[in-house]
């Protein structure tokens, strides 16, 4: 089946350095993208989430970009702090479908 | 507002014991509701989905079960569990079609010896 891959499984990110974590997607029929943090022994918490209708959202310190045309996903945090170390998961939702499918995860790793 | 929760936080059970871990919403009807596993430092798999009471739909064919109840309340179950069911388990929910998004609860992290 059709699933949501990660490029890179960890990345290392100096305190208060942009963060930049990429996500490929294989499903064309995907129509609504969602991130996800989770910290460690905790279930994944909602960050930000986007439709195939737009191309950048963003939030406070996060922007999310979709390039359709490549089927790539990227998560951008900016001045990046400690608390966001954690495992980033994007997920795509084909429409009209009622699965979720996630893939591997990025860990973010802050340098002090 | 809507909350999930899930239980036990942690579990340790002998191999061939039976399973049930339990996951309720509240605040909310008719939700969409999601039975995922996590293995140690890996992703997330979903194991099952229901859209209704009494509807299941099994992902990984495997040796658990889910069963649901009641509108919001779903069963993760198993008679007998092997090694390879240890992990995380995390049950969500989301709100068709009303809100996409889905949530997560607090998950139970299970260590079958």
């Known amino acids: 089946g059709e699933s949501v891959g990660l490029h890179l499984p960890t990345l290392s990110v100096q305190e208060g350095d942009n963060s930049i974590i990429n996500c490929a997607y294989s499903?064309?029929?995907?129509?609504?993208f969602i991130w996800y943090k989770q910290e460690s022994g905790k279930g994944p918490q909602f960050i930000i989430d986007?439709?195939?209708?737009?191309d950048k959202r963003q939030g406070q310190r996060v922007t999310v970009l979709l390039n359709k045309t490549v089927k790539h996903l990227s998560l951008q945090i900016a001045a990046t702090q400690p608390g966001d170390s954690a495992v980033y998961f994007c997920?795509?939702?084909?429409?009209?479908?009622?699965?979720?499918?996630f893939g591997k995860g990025t860990r973010l790793h802050i340098l002090p | 507002s809507q909350t999930i929760h899930q239980w036990p936080a942690t579990l340790v059970q002998p191999v061939g014991s039976p399973l049930s871990l339990e996951c309720t919403v509240e605040?909310?009807?008719?939700?969409?509701l999601y039975w995922y596993r996590q293995a140690a430092g890996r992703g997330l798999q979903l194991l099952f989905y229901?859209?209704?009471?009494?509807?299941i739909s099994s992902e990984v064919p495997q040796n658990l079960s889910a069963s649901r109840p009641q509108d919001r309340q779903f069963i993760l179950s198993s008679k007998k569990l092997l090694l390879s069911d240890s992990g995380f388990y995390l049950c969500?929910?989301?709100?068709?079609?009303?809100?996409?998004?889905?949530?997560f609860g607090s998950g139970t992290q299970l260590s079958v010896l």
């Open positions: 605040g909310t009807s008719n939700p969409n």
């Open positions: 986007i439709r195939s209708n737009m």
């Open positions: 969500a929910w989301r709100q068709e079609p009303t809100n996409e998004k889905l949530f």
């Open positions: 229901s859209v209704g009471i009494g509807q």
């Open positions: 997920a795509e939702i084909p429409n009209r479908d009622d699965r979720i499918i």
């Open positions: 499903n064309s029929a995907s129509d609504y």
